[in-house]
């Protein structure tokens, strides 16, 4: 069973044979994992991250907690599950720790190390283009028929140019795959050594995946760092709290706010009155974003006009979002306006708030 969450490109999978399972890379809200464990009368046996996720808080120790089940290490070892045989194979390169795990020969679940029709980006770690050559090597020498199930699909930024397809096999990967078509070892890592942008979180909950202690507990926020306004940008335009970043509900907030803000700043969510506030703090959780508080109806506060910059428009899909500061004072432009509204307005809060 395959679950997707399209916000942040991730796949994880539950496993099962003889009522024993295995959950592959869960996220940090683990309610539909314990619902369909439930429901299908499974016992979880195992709980495997590839690798210590960038993107998103882990559910392992969740569900560790709720079924006390046995995570495994990152290392080369087999396991029963039910009638199956669950083979772990070391395939660094997107980080140093990463693993895949090759079910009864038939299925090959690659985590971030090999998506469908590229890999996962190696620039997180010093040495990761010439450990992802090895890694390509020992799975091209995997049987051509084994179904591949990747851990992204596109909306991630983990790799550069995702599919949105997360299922394929280790023939199509060495047909189409163009990583599996370079076998010179220079001329791999020049072809995979390109470096992306990410957000500022994406340094942090590696450690935080591996110790849950170092993020900071849940718990009531009085005050905020940030007012972000979830409502459309028009709405936003005629009438903002001074002072507030605009994101709309159905914009990438958890990955659009990380570009901006660390994840230990306290946010205040504010929106329509009927907005589904629930909905965004847990989608916040899920990069990190632990202090939440809801705000309620912009209604419930003064406002005035947001007047856009006339200035110097600037194409953001151009420059990295990391490095926003640097373009103070000018417009912005993105294929949706979402990250062009929410650049605009942050940069404008933060020389209100220190003003």
Same mark, same amino acid.
């Given at each position: ?177 163009? #990583?599996?078509? &370079?076998?010179?070892? !220079? ?6 050594? $390109? =470096?992306?942008? @990410?957000?500022? %979180? ?64 306290? #946010?205040?969510? &504010?929106?329509?009155? !009927? ?6 703090? $847990? =989608?916040?959780? @899920?990069?990190? %974003? ?66």
């Amino acid at each position: 069973m395959s679950f997707i969450d399209k916000e942040i490109g991730s796949v994880s999978y539950i496993v099962h044979s003889n009522s024993e399972a295995i959950i592959i890379d869960p996220l940090r809200i683990v309610d539909e994992y314990v619902e369909y464990l439930k429901k299908n009368n499974l016992k979880l046996k195992y709980i495997l991250l590839t690798h210590l996720h960038a993107d998103f808080v882990a559910g392992h120790r969740e569900l560790k907690e709720i079924f006390n089940a046995e995570i495994l290490p990152f290392r080369e070892a087999e396991y029963k599950l039910g009638e199956y045989r669950l083979k772990i194979i070391s395939t660094p390169g997107h980080t140093e720790e990463s693993v895949s795990c090759l079910v009864d020969e038939r299925f090959l679940f690659t985590g971030d190390f090999l998506l469908v029709g590229n890999i996962g980006r190696v620039d997180f770690i010093k040495n990761g283009a010439e450990l992802a050559y090895e890694s390509a090597k020992k799975i091209k020498s995997l049987d051509d028929d084994i179904v591949v199930l990747a851990g992204h699909v596109k909306g991630s930024f983990c790799s550069g140019g995702l599919s949105a397809e997360f299922i394929s096999s280790i023939g199509i990967e060495k047909k189409k795959n163009r #990583v599996f078509s &370079i076998d010179n070892k !220079d001329e791999f890592i020049k072809a995979i050594s $390109k =470096r992306y942008d @990410k957000p500022s %979180f994406a340094s942090r909950l590696p450690q935080i995946n591996k110790n849950p202690k170092l993020i900071k507990d849940l718990g009531e926020v009085e005050r905020v760092d940030y007012i972000v306004d979830i409502r459309e940008i028009e709405d936003f335009e005629k009438a903002h709290i001074k002072g507030s970043i605009n994101i709309p509900q159905k914009a990438n907030i958890p990955f659009i706010l990380g570009y901006l803000v660390d994840i230990d700043k306290k #946010v205040g969510i &504010i929106g329509y009155e !009927d907005s589904n506030f629930e909905e965004v703090r $847990k =989608r916040l959780l @899920k990069v990190g %974003f632990n202090k939440v508080k809801i705000l309620g109806s912009v209604e419930n506060f003064d406002t005035e006009p947001f007047i856009r910059e006339k200035k110097k428009i600037i194409d953001l899909d151009k420059i990295r979002l990391s490095e926003i500061k640097k373009y103070r004072g000018f417009g912005f432009k993105c294929k949706n306006g979402y990250r062009a509204i929410a650049v605009e307005s942050f940069l404008r809060s933060s020389n209100e708030n220190n003003s």
